[in-house]
Each structure stands twice: as C-alpha cells, then as structure tokens.
C-alpha cells in the first residue's frame, strides 16, 4: 500500500465543508443499497471505512441525518447544510466512520475491494474478478479490511 498519499483530504462540492484523513483507510468498497444509490444519483455509492480518531472535520459544521437500522441500531448521515452532499455516515459509539469516497480531492487511486448490498444491484452491472461480493451488508469487515491491505494502490 502506498501510503505516502497521506493526508488525504476532500470535502463537498461547494468546499463549505472540508476533511482530512490521517490514518491509512481501513478498505473500500462499492454499496449497491438503495439507499446508496439515491445518495449518490448513481448505481452505486463508494464508502471508505476510516478509524474515526484518523478523520478530522468540523462536525458542526454539518447537516445531519439520523435513521433507524434495524438490529444495528441507527445510522447518523453528515453532509454539507449548503450543497447536501454526505461527506460521510456513521454509528453511534462506533470506532470509525464511513467516508463517501467520491468526495476525495483526488479519487484517481481509488480501487474498490468488495461489492455489497448485490440483492439490489442494478441488473447491467458487472463485478470486477477478484473482488469480494456479498449479496446483502456483511456481519463483519474483516474480510473486506484484509483484502484492503493485501491490495496495491499506487
């Protein structure tokens, strides 16, 4: 892993809203959720996952958006008040967070190791070889973490 990218940094598109990330991101995937893909006006959304002690962003600065999530409790969505584009979500209590990865200042590198939530892909698209695919959110990211590690991103 070519880890010298760090900081990475990124924000919305109006630039009202701004991150860095200083810690090697956890593991990259694509999000086939519905939810996924109104948020990101696509097929799909991209979600890294961050240790939340390695993102630094003005919290306040944000909108955010609170939903229920069945067994795992509720899901917080922070995105830009002015634009209202999510720079990121995540769970109470928990220790990291899920950055939207096109919003990157540079996304150029980016490879995603996994594809989730593939119950409701659209029907045109077609998984990369090699990459992890899981029909629904998986129980844990270590699978997705490990490979993560194991790929090399120039």
Same mark, same amino acid.
């Given at each position: @892993? ?24 956890? /593991? ?9 893909? #109104?948020?990101? *006006? ?5 979600? @890294? ?12 600065? @944000? ?8 067994? #795992? ?14 720079? +990121?979500?995540?769970?109470?209590? *928990?220790? /990291? ?10 996304? *150029?590198? +980016? ?6 939530? /593939?119950? *409701? ?22 699978? +997705? ?10």
């Amino acid at each position: @892993m070519n880890k010298n990218r760090l900081p990475l940094s990124g924000g919305c598109q109006c630039g009202a809203v701004r991150y860095r990330i200083t810690g090697w991101p956890l /593991t990259l995937y694509c999000c086939h959720c519905s939810e996924c893909q #109104r948020q990101a *006006s696509s097929a799909f959304g991209m979600s @890294m996952r961050v240790a939340r002690q390695n993102v630094e962003i003005d919290w306040q600065a @944000m909108a955010r958006r609170v939903r229920e999530a069945g067994q #795992r409790n509720e899901v917080h969505g922070h995105f830009c008040p002015d634009c209202g584009v999510r720079i +990121l979500h995540d769970r109470p209590g *928990s220790a /990291t967070v899920t950055i939207k990865a096109g919003t990157l200042d540079d996304t *150029s590198w +980016l490879n995603p190791v996994a594809h989730i939530w /593939t119950a *409701s892909a659209q029907p045109w698209v077609q998984f990369a070889g090699g990459s992890l695919v899981y029909e629904y959110q998986p129980e844990r990211f270590d699978e +997705l973490e490990a490979a993560w590690a194991g790929r090399d991103v120039g």
